[in-house]
């Protein structure tokens, strides 16, 4: 079984910079594609950004200039530099792990963190 363990998050006023850390555990032999959603009260969730077993980045634009994702690949665990925060970054934040696999022939799995609250205030 993997877990996904998030820790970072809590109340910053706007314009502060949080962190986000996610880290992987478990019986884990590769992961493709780490990232991190989030969703706000009465919305759905949506993508902030994403990173690759390649190293190779994606950006929600509403986050494009301000967040900046990357990752430990031999601590399996992913973080989320936040600058310049916005009241409307204000949300639940989920980490994930995408075409995960425990073994070489495992079958591809997603994982998905509970979640860390980031408040942001005006």
């Known amino acids: 079984q993997v877990r996904l363990v998030e820790s970072g998050g809590g109340l910053v006023q706007a314009g502060g910079s949080l962190r986000l850390s996610c880290a992987a555990s478990?019986?884990?032999?590769?992961?493709?594609?780490m990232g991190w959603s989030r969703q706000a009260p009465g919305k759905q969730r949506e993508l902030v950004a994403t990173?690759?077993?390649?190293?190779?980045?994606n950006y929600a634009d509403s986050v494009k200039g301000r967040f900046t994702i990357s990752r430990d690949y031999a601590k399996n665990t992913v973080y989320l530099q936040m600058n310049s925060l916005k009241p409307e970054d204000t949300a639940v934040y989920y980490c994930?792990?995408?075409?995960?696999?425990?073994?070489?022939?495992?079958?591809?799995?997603?994982?998905w963190g509970q979640g860390t609250q980031v408040t942001v205030s005006s």
């Open positions: 478990g019986s884990i032999f590769s992961i493709v594609t």
């Open positions: 994930n792990a995408d075409r995960v696999r425990t073994s070489s022939r495992s079958a591809d799995r997603t994982y």
């Open positions: 990173i690759t077993s390649g190293a190779g980045t």
